[in-house]
């Protein structure tokens, strides 16, 4: 199976700032990634697909970048709404897998 | 707006089958521009993706649970469903239903149902 490994596990910031969640994967693969913010109760809501086209209806703050190992998913002025967790998925190969997830704490 | 509606018990007692159903409104499940996929979510695991059906009945499991995982499509019903055999408490998990795009992306999901295996 294809290994997410995200980072960092926990981030504190405030409002306004630009945050960043990296993921990367133990192989290649090319741009099939896609990111869910996550809030507590909720299920996982779709932000991004195909490593950086954002979902309808999501912020354009939210972005998305890289590919085949490393992939960024940052958010260039942080929310009080963006408190939540963050997980990158990968769709290159069978069995489709997630990272571990980042928390994203508003200071 | 497609929307997904989870049912099925939140208690299952150790060797048992555990049986849930995705009802699907507001779009038909035969659409050939998705995948209905299950997804589950524990402390231990995270997110773990289960597998798929397509509206013709193919299907894709995880090979980590594929003995014990059957995935079923009735789209009389507009609904889909999963069955996870002989479960441990280690299965202990919230379980999710999605629809997925073609490329596998899940863009929408059920409520979520927490199953607890337990004697």
């Known amino acids: 199976d294809i290994q997410l490994t995200q980072s960092p596990s926990f981030l504190s910031a405030s409002v306004g700032d630009r945050v960043t969640v990296s993921c990367r994967a133990s192989?290649?693969?090319?741009?099939?990634v896609a990111w869910y913010q996550q809030k507590p109760g909720r299920a996982p809501k779709l932000l991004i697909y195909?490593?950086?086209t954002l979902q309808t209806g999501v912020p354009s703050r939210f972005s998305g970048s890289g590919s085949e190992t490393e992939f960024t998913l940052t958010i260039s002025s942080l929310q009080p709404e963006d408190s939540a967790s963050y997980y990158c998925?990968?769709?290159?190969?069978?069995?489709?897998?997630f990272g571990g997830g980042t928390k994203v704490e508003i200071q | 707006q497609v929307q997904l509606q989870q049912s099925g018990p939140g208690l299952v007692k150790p060797s048992q089958t555990l049986s849930l159903t995705c009802t699907v409104s507001?779009?038909?499940?035969?659409?050939?521009?998705?995948?209905w996929s299950w997804i589950r979510q524990s402390p231990g695991k995270g997110l773990e993706w289960i597998g798929y059906?397509?509206?013709?009945?193919?299907?894709y499991y995880n090979p980590s649970l594929k003995s014990r995982v059957t995935i079923s499509i009735d789209t009389s019903q507009n609904q889909f469903s999963l069955k996870l055999s002989s479960v441990t408490a280690s299965d202990t998990a919230l379980y999710y239903c999605?629809?997925?795009?073609?490329?596998?992306?899940?863009?929408?999901w059920g409520q979520g149902t927490l199953v607890i295996v337990s004697s």
């Open positions: 998925q990968q769709l290159n190969r069978y069995p489709f897998t």
């Open positions: 195909s490593a950086s």
């Open positions: 059906i397509y509206y013709s009945g193919n299907t």
């Open positions: 999605a629809r997925d795009d073609y490329g596998g992306n899940s863009v929408n």
């Open positions: 192989q290649a693969i090319s741009t099939y």
């Open positions: 507001g779009g038909s499940i035969n659409s050939g521009d998705h995948y």
